[in-house]
């Protein structure tokens, strides 16, 4: 049987916490793997005392990972201080996750974990996405797919699963974001996305309603009434196991959580305060509806933190462990 193919991990912003988190899920992982190599800055891990090796392809990364922390080595241009992101690293950044998913794409990496970047400074160097999910979905737009393409942005930790019908927008803007084509599409990735890269063969959506109490039958708001029933009558209609709009505040606790496989939520909070609170160090970010597999840990850069080697690599070492196994799934279709 042929071993899978190392996972292309990027740095993230290397002033946040990614280079210690990194080595230490290295030190984790590296008796049973996954096997990960890190697209980033040689130096700043070398300086920063961790124990690495570069490499010139991903080829060399398994026969490096027992000893040493592989690196195909892409040098920032800038100096780094913990706790301080540069925006002269904003391209470097960038480049880095280009160079992973075109790993991925070539069929070199088996997957793309990526570990945390700081948003407001890459705003602030022009980088014109969201962040990494609709970066990643750019970057594979071109890229085959056999399915609804997404990007559909997954948090999960423990038995949830929160899917976002809407992601980093203002809380002002999303009902007249969640539209019933929202709705439909998402739920059509997430329904396929158990399938092929969780092995569900039969997956139960739950759908969160967006007004307190579901709406309480139209008194509290009209959305579920106007644009959740018919979207639902739709996805039934195409075979696709869903509720009616559901109460959000009872959808989360331990019995509510086992009637479903995942959760399809209308809004960035609604989704990732349960994942968050339910265990903040497993959780697992996951872009679904895409030609690659992407995880990324479910926490941010720690700029209050980094450097002082108490950051905990749990949940980057569960986005590891995630992107191995959907890679596998997806293997066996
Ligand atoms: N996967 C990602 O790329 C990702 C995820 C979330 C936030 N972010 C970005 O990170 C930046 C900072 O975001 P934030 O401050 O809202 O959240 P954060 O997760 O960086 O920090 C929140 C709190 O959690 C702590 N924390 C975070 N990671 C930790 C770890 N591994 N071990 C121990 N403690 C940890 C921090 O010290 C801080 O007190 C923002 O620019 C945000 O957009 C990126
Ligand atoms: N909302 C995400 C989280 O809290 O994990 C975070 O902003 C990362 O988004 P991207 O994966 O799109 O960078």
């Not at 039969?202 to 008194?219: F, I, M, Q, V």
């Not at 597999?293 to 720690?302: A, C, M, N, Q």
Request: aromatic share 4%.
């Amino acid at each position: 049987m042929t071993r899978p193919a190392p996972l292309a991990l990027t740095m993230g912003e290397p002033a946040g916490v990614g280079p210690e988190i990194i080595a230490k899920a290295w030190a984790a992982l590296r008796p049973e793997g996954p096997v990960f190599a890190v697209v980033g800055d040689a130096a700043l891990m070398r300086a920063q005392g961790h124990p690495i090796q570069t490499i010139p392809d991903l080829g060399m990364a398994e026969d490096v990972f027992a000893r040493a922390v592989p690196v195909l080595d892409h040098p920032l241009p800038a100096a780094v201080t913990p706790g301080r992101p540069d925006t002269a690293n904003a391209g470097a950044i960038a480049d880095w996750i280009e160079q992973a998913v075109n790993l991925a794409m070539a069929g070199e990496a088996s997957g793309v974990v990526t570990a945390p970047i700081a948003k407001a400074p890459l705003y602030a160097a022009g980088f014109r996405f969201p962040g990494h999910t609709e970066f990643i979905a750019e970057l594979t737009a071109d890229q085959p797919f056999a399915g609804t393409r997404g990007p559909v942005m997954m948090l999960t930790a423990k038995d949830l699963r929160a899917c976002l019908v809407t992601i980093h927008a203002p809380l002002a803007e999303v009902p007249e974001l969640v539209t019933a084509e929202r709705v439909i599409r998402t739920a059509r990735v997430v329904h396929e996305a158990m399938r092929r890269d969780f092995g569900i063969a039969s997956p139960r959506l739950a759908l969160a309603g967006l007004n307190p109490h579901a709406g309480e039958g139209g008194s509290i708001g009209l959305e579920e009434i106007t644009v959740l029933a018919p979207a639902v009558a739709q996805l039934r209609g195409e075979g696709i196991t869903i509720t009616d709009p559901l109460p959000a505040d009872t959808l989360f606790h331990d019995d509510a959580r086992a009637t479903y496989d995942a959760v399809v939520c209308l809004y960035h909070d609604q989704a990732l305060i349960p994942v968050k609170t339910l265990d903040f160090w497993g959780g697992v970010n996951v872009s679904l509806g895409l030609p690659v597999v992407r995880t990324s840990p479910d926490h941010g850069t720690g700029f209050d933190i980094a450097g002082k080697d108490v950051a905990r690599a749990d949940s980057l070492i569960a986005a590891l462990r995630l992107a191995a196994e959907m890679a596998a799934a997806r293997a066996l279709r």
